[in-house]
Each structure stands twice: as structure tokens, then as C-alpha cells.
């Protein structure tokens, strides 16, 4: 439970310390969703229930899908604008 702890902290502060970065932006929320994962497992496997496994695979797929949803605006961005910083 403290490596999920650890993974979701460096998330965190990953998206508060790159807050200018899109791309880092969209890691830092991968590493929370991965956290996040770990844990349901962990709890999983503890408590001897399938369901948690089950639910974890759901978090990985919601997951994959958010960073391409992330991924296209980010594309979209940068055909708008002509880079990807944040800074106007």
C-alpha cells in the first residue's frame, strides 16, 4: 500500500510542478490512474475477492482511453497553435 502511496504522490506533484508541459500533464494523471490500480489490487488480494481484479482491468481501459483522448487534443493543439506549451 505505500508503493500505491508513493506512485500516487509522485503523480501529484508531477501535475503541479508541470503545469506547463501537456504532455508530462497526461503522465502524471497516468501514474495516479496506475496507483490507483495498485491498490485495487493489493486490496484484492488481501480480502481473497475476484471483483477488484475485474474492476482493476476497467481503471486500465478507462485509462488507456483517457491518454488518447488526451493525446488527440493534444495533436489538435498543436495544429492550432503551433506548439504545445501552455504559455500564451
Same mark, same amino acid.
Given at each position: 500500500?505505500?508503493? #500505491?502511496?508513493?506512485?500516487? $504522490?509522485?503523480? $501529484?506533484?508531477?501535475?503541479?510542478? %508541470?503545469?506547463? %508541459?501537456?504532455?508530462?500533464?497526461? $503522465? #502524471?494523471?497516468? $501514474?495516479?490512474?496506475? @496507483?490507483?490500480?495498485?491498490?485495487?489490487?493489493?486490496? #484484492?488480494?488481501?480480502? %481473497?475477492? %475476484?471483483?477488484g481484479q475485474l474492476f482493476s482491468v476497467y481503471v486500465i481501459s478507462i485509462a488507456g482511453a483517457e491518454s488518447v483522448i488526451g493525446l488527440t487534443i493534444l495533436? @489538435?493543439?498543436?495544429?492550432?497553435?503551433?506548439?504545445?506549451?501552455?504559455?500564451?
Open positions: 500500500m505505500n508503493f #500505491s502511496l508513493l506512485f500516487f $504522490i509522485t503523480g $501529484i506533484l508531477g501535475f503541479v510542478l %508541470n503545469r506547463k %508541459n501537456i504532455i508530462l500533464m497526461i $503522465i #502524471s494523471i497516468e $501514474i495516479m490512474l496506475l @496507483a490507483l490500480t495498485f491498490l485495487i489490487l493489493f486490496s #484484492s488480494y488481501n480480502f %481473497n475477492d %475476484n471483483t495533436v @489538435a493543439y498543436y495544429r492550432l497553435r503551433g506548439n504545445i506549451s501552455l504559455r500564451t
